[in-house]
């Protein structure tokens, strides 16, 4: 699996997007880009995927870099729960690859 | 639907005793998977299974086995504990790897202390 790069930690405001980047430039064309959170204590909970397109759902949106060698994961409206570990990670589809590979990923914390 | 379900949530063990940790899920998965996390840390992959009767190593599988007997258990057994098996255990399941849309899904941990 390509390596990915993501900053230790970040600030958002109540209220405002939380957009955090992921380095992922070895990324080959079958790697899919997967985002986890983990809020503390808690098991690392998934939020969204994608290949090459822009993907949205009803926690967030994944911005994927035309050449795919970065992408930004973006939380349009970060409120206190959203405040976790965020994890990128670059998988890929089918193969014998069955694992997912966890770095130390970014921690969000959002301010009141 | 409980989804993913991890016994006990907290336990602690001196150095040398055995017990095992128990994970099941309910949603006809066929990925199963042990991680564990040390504090500050990312998860490591101690075992898989990518089915019944089927187990294989991760990154860090010294100091522990597996079994999967059926779809829905996957037991992580430590047989002698040492401190260095400190961590918190997360089980995981997912659907078979060709399905495009499969997520893990994580069960809440195991805090383990070995004293």
């Known amino acids: 699996d390509a390596k990915t790069t993501q900053p230790p930690s970040m600030d958002c405001a109540e209220g405002r997007a939380a957009n955090l980047p992921c380095n992922h430039s070895t990324i080959s064309g079958n790697e899919y880009v997967y985002w986890y959170r983990q809020i503390h204590s808690q098991g690392p909970q998934y939020i969204i995927h994608?290949?090459?397109n822009n993907e949205t759902n009803e926690m967030a949106s994944l911005i994927i870099t035309e050449d795919r060698k970065s992408s930004t994961l973006i939380l349009p409206h970060a409120t206190l729960r959203d405040t976790a570990v965020y994890y990128c990670i670059v998988r890929a589809r089918g193969g014998s690859n069955y694992k997912l590979t966890f770095g130390k990923g970014t921690l969000l914390t959002v301010n009141p | 639907n409980a989804g993913v379900t991890q016994t006990p949530k907290f336990r602690i063990l001196k150095i040398g005793q055995s017990m095992t940790l128990q994970c099941t899920q309910d949603?006809?998965?066929?990925?199963m998977y042990w991680y564990r996390q040390d504090p500050g840390m990312g998860l490591k992959l101690i075992y898989y299974s990518v089915g019944a009767g089927i187990t294989d190593k991760g990154e860090v599988p010294n100091g522990y086995n597996v079994s999967r007997s059926t779809t829905e258990d996957f037991p992580l057994r430590l047989e002698l504990a040492a401190p260095s098996q400190t961590s918190v255990y997360f089980c995981?399941?997912?659907?078979?790897?060709?399905?495009?849309?499969?997520?893990?899904?994580f069960g809440n941990g195991t805090r383990l202390t070995v004293t």
């Open positions: 994608g290949l090459k």
């Open positions: 949603m006809n998965h066929n990925y």
């Open positions: 995981a399941s997912g659907r078979a790897l060709s399905s495009y849309n499969s997520p893990l899904h």
